[in-house]
T-cell receptor, first 111, second 116 residues
Framework: GQQLNQSPQSMFIQEGEDVSMNCTSS?????WLWYKQDPGEGPVLLIA?????ELTSNGRLTAQFGITRKDSFLNISASIPSDVGIYFC???????????FGGGTRVLVKP | GAVVSQHPSRVICKSGTSVKIECRSL??????MFWYRQFPKQSLMLMAT?????????EQGVEKDKFLINHASLTLSTLTVTSAHPEDSSFYIC????????????FGPGTRLTVT
């Protein structure tokens, strides 16, 4: 079953705001990945993290690989309307290529 | 960039029939492909790992006789849902792992299966 706890489950954003989401696990992962999925599409890789403590940016996105290897967070700065979608964290253990996904964070625009 | 395609993008079939979904890596070779299922408002759940030239490895609880996987070449894997039932209706997504350890999985656009 699913091993990654992702929070929040959903959030409303206003254009220009910074948003944060995180993933925690009871076990260690060797790699942490963050994906974005738009409705009716497959996930697209945003950021990949390979070392504990690593902080990596991709444009307005910043993600960190937790020092304990059991957590990761993703920040989106100065959000824009196209940031709306579902963000998933995924972890990979030391052996093999299988990914375990978090439950997702649904990012919506404030009405 | 690496592109993975799926065909068909949508399919509607009647209960009891079988449907085949194709996953292709368009510009790279993929020794390993993965098949996921995603129910509405839920996360991706891995169904099976497909290795070229060998039998697929299924996750616990996934019936291998119902979800037949064939990975006949380094660019094509197929998932056949046999004797489909309405509860098999879901979004099926494949991913391909580009040969070489420095690459991550690239996902296809998904196939929406509706069983009536």
């Amino acid at each position: 079953g699913q091993q990654l706890n992702q929070s929040p489950q959903s959030m409303f954003i206003q254009e220009g705001e910074d948003v944060s989401m995180n993933c925690t696990s009871s076990s260690i992962f060797n790699t942490w990945l963050w994906y974005k999925q738009d409705p009716g599409e497959g996930p697209v890789l945003l950021i990949a993290l390979y070392k504990a403590g690593e902080l990596t940016s991709n444009g307005r996105l910043t993600a960190q690989f937790g020092i304990t290897r059991k957590d990761s967070f993703l920040n989106i700065s100065a959000s824009i309307p196209s940031d709306v979608g579902i963000y998933f964290c995924a972890g990979r253990k030391a052996a093999g290529n299988k990914l375990t996904f978090g439950g997702g964070t649904r990012v919506l625009v404030k009405p | 960039g690496a592109v993975v395609s799926q065909h068909p993008s949508r399919v509607i079939c009647k209960s009891g029939t079988s449907v085949k979904i194709e996953c292709r890596s368009l510009d790279f070779q993929a020794t390993t492909m993965f098949w996921y299922r995603q129910f509405p408002k839920q996360s991706l759940m891995l169904m099976a790992t497909s290795n070229e030239g060998s039998k697929a490895t299924y996750e616990q609880g996934v019936e291998k006789d119902k979800f037949l996987i064939n990975h006949a070449s380094l660019t094509l894997s197929t998932l056949t849902v046999t004797s489909a039932h309405p509860e098999d209706s879901s979004f099926y997504i494949c991913s391909a792992h580009r040969t070489g350890t420095s690459y991550e999985q690239y996902f296809g656009p998904g196939t929406r299966l509706t069983v009536t």
